[in-house]
């Protein structure tokens, strides 16, 4: 039964780095593309990173582009999200997604 669980998320400063992480088990991994998603409180889930099955491929919001990275470790079967330059409006639950399977989700907080 495929399995995924998001980590790394917290509360920190405007400015400052959070590292998600995405671990998964009960699929082949390797053969998928993953995404990250996030949710804040009254909108609706967007888009924020995608990386291909080999990680040669990654696409970005316009949103966090240049300050988010998204990354992947097919022999740990996890994929992660450096977080860094964080603002308020980066706020959300994140989720990552891989062949229809959703992870249950890690909640950032960025606040002064």
């Known amino acids: 039964q495929a399995h995924l669980e998001e980590s790394g998320g917290g509360l920190v400063q405007p400015g400052g780095s959070l590292r998600l992480s995405c671990v998964t088990s009960?699929?082949?991994?390797?053969?998928?593309?993953v995404k990250w998603y996030r949710q804040a409180p009254g909108k609706q889930r967007e888009l924020v990173a995608s990386?291909?099955?080999?990680?040669?491929?990654?696409t970005y919001a316009d949103s966090v582009k240049g300050r988010f990275t998204i990354s992947r470790d097919n022999a740990k079967n996890a994929v992660y999200l450096q977080m860094n330059s964080l603002k308020p409006d980066d706020t959300a639950v994140y989720y990552c997604?891989?062949?229809?399977?959703w992870g249950q989700g890690t909640q950032v907080t960025v606040s002064s």
């Open positions: 997604m891989i062949n229809g399977y």
């Open positions: 009960g699929f082949a991994f390797a053969k998928f593309g």
């Open positions: 990386i291909s099955w080999s990680g040669a491929s990654t």
